[in-house]
């Protein structure tokens, strides 16, 4: 069965240029998750779906950061205009009814951010 | 409020010794517990998970981990390390009221020869 599926999978991008990272949740699932990871902070999300709908976007760092979902198959984050201070790991995550019923979040491989 | 501690940053172990990372979670109810690890380069993966039931829970790639309530504690243990077990190891806890995942810093397995 295919995992999360994020792309692209690596960029190096300018600082003012815009982000586009997306993902492709398993298959069924109807909760997403962006987090974003550095060595600094640790893992942190930056905002969740449920049903397509964005729950919590608490953790979006400022107006610079959106996201979308517009099926349920599809999501993106994107950074407009990107900072250095962007750089990081970006994870989308999955998960079936979310984790108050106790299911499990399945990450993907990650969207390695350089903002130059 | 929901936390999970890793207290452990970095941890060596040998090739073939036992391994024990520790991990303390704070949360009001009945929590599900989730050890992940994350290789180099990679997403995280799960190694295994508790929900109710028996405490002691096994996961894949020869790990296990004991829930237990009256510490708060969720350790993972594997009996006899590998080299491909280096790796930086999560410790995440979910509750039944919200929806986020509370990740714990992390722990960095380094194994040696």
């Known amino acids: 069965d295919a995992g999360v599926i994020q792309s692209p999978r690596h960029e190096v991008t300018e600082m003012g240029q815009e982000v586009t990272l997306r993902c492709k949740p398993i298959s069924g699932h109807n909760s997403l998750f962006w987090y974003r990871q550095t060595m600094m902070r640790g893992l942190e999300l930056l905002i969740y779906?449920?049903?397509?709908?964005?729950?919590?976007d608490s953790g979006m760092p400022e107006d610079r950061f959106s996201a979308k979902m517009p099926n349920a198959s599809f999501s993106t984050l994107k950074i407009q205009p990107s900072e250095p201070r962007d750089s990081a790991v970006y994870f989308c995550a999955s998960s079936f009814l979310g984790v108050f019923s106790g299911n499990t979040i399945y990450f993907g491989e990650g969207s390695w951010l350089t903002v130059v | 409020a929901q936390s999970v501690t890793q207290p452990d940053i970095h941890i060596t172990v040998s090739e073939g010794a036992s391994l024990e990372l520790r991990c303390n979670y704070s949360?009001?109810?009945?929590?599900?517990l989730f050890w992940y690890v994350q290789s180099p380069g990679q997403g995280l993966q799960l190694l295994l998970k508790y929900f109710s039931g028996d405490t002691l829970v096994q996961g894949i790639k020869g790990f296990e981990a004991e829930f237990k309530r009256s510490q708060s504690s969720f350790n993972l243990r594997k009996p006899s390390v590998h080299w491909s077990d280096a790796a930086e190891y999560f410790c995440?806890?979910?509750?039944?009221?919200?929806?986020?995942?509370?990740f714990g810093t992390g722990t960095s397995l380094t194994v040696i020869p």
């Open positions: 779906f449920n049903n397509n709908v964005p729950i919590d």
């Open positions: 949360y009001g109810a009945t929590p599900y």
């Open positions: 995440a806890v979910g509750g039944t009221t919200g929806n986020q995942f509370y």
